[in-house]
Structure formats: C-alpha cells, structure tokens
Nanobody, 115 residues
Framework: QVQLVESGGGLVQAGGSLRLSCAAS????????MGWHRQGPGKQRELVAV???????TYANSVKGRFTISRDDAKNTVYLQMNSLKPEDTAVYYC?????????WGQGTQVTVSS
C-alpha cells in the first residue's frame, strides 16, 4: 500500500515560480515510476510530467522548457519546479506513483496563477 501527500501549491502572479513536492510512504521503492497530473476548472485531467526509474523524463508540450520534474529516492519524494507560470497553468495538481502495476494518487494541491 502507498500513500502520497502533495505540498507547495498556492497563489502566484504570472511569470512567477513555484515548487511542488510529493512525499511517498508505505511500500514505495526507488524503482517506481512517478509523475504529476493536473486538472483545471471544467477540464479533463491531463499528464504534466513523468520521471521513470532510470531517470528519464517526459513533459506535456504546454510545459516544456518551463517545468522540471525530479526525484530524491533517498527521501521517496518527487518534485515539480514550475517557472514562468501562466494563468492557464491554474489547476489542481496531483502526484501519482505506479506500484505493482497500478496507480496511486495524492489528494491534490491547488495552484492558482493570476494575470
């Protein structure tokens, strides 16, 4: 069983930066795939970034060059550094970990970008 807790969300102005953290506990290991998803008002949940156990990463086109995903396996924590934020980045951001072939989700953290 896995538990995920996000933190770091908040209100920022356009052009600003924010770093999200996701702490994992339970049966998590450094071999697991972890990622970030988001869901804006009236929109479907979308993939933002993924980091694989080997360290490779994947990003949505809308955030390439602005967001960076990283992980600290010693702390069982994944991060999302968000720079040059835009109002369209406003959403609830969810941490996800794939363990034993199934996804586990955090409760989400709100990010609001004002114009």
């Amino acid at each position: 069983q896995v538990q995920l807790v996000e933190s770091g969300g908040g209100l920022v102005q356009a052009g600003g930066s924010l770093r999200l953290s996701c702490a994992a506990s339970g049966s998590i290991s450094r071999l697991n795939v972890m990622g970030w998803h988001r869901q804006g008002p009236g929109k479907q949940r979308e993939l933002v970034a993924v980091i694989f156990s080997g360290g490779s990463t994947t990003y949505a086109n809308s955030v390439k060059g602005r967001f960076t995903i990283s992980r600290d396996d010693a702390k069982n924590t994944v991060y999302l550094q968000m720079n040059s934020l835009k109002p369209e980045d406003t959403a609830v951001y969810y941490c996800e970990a794939t363990v034993g072939g199934r996804p586990y989700w955090g409760q989400g953290t709100q990010v609001t970008v004002s114009s």
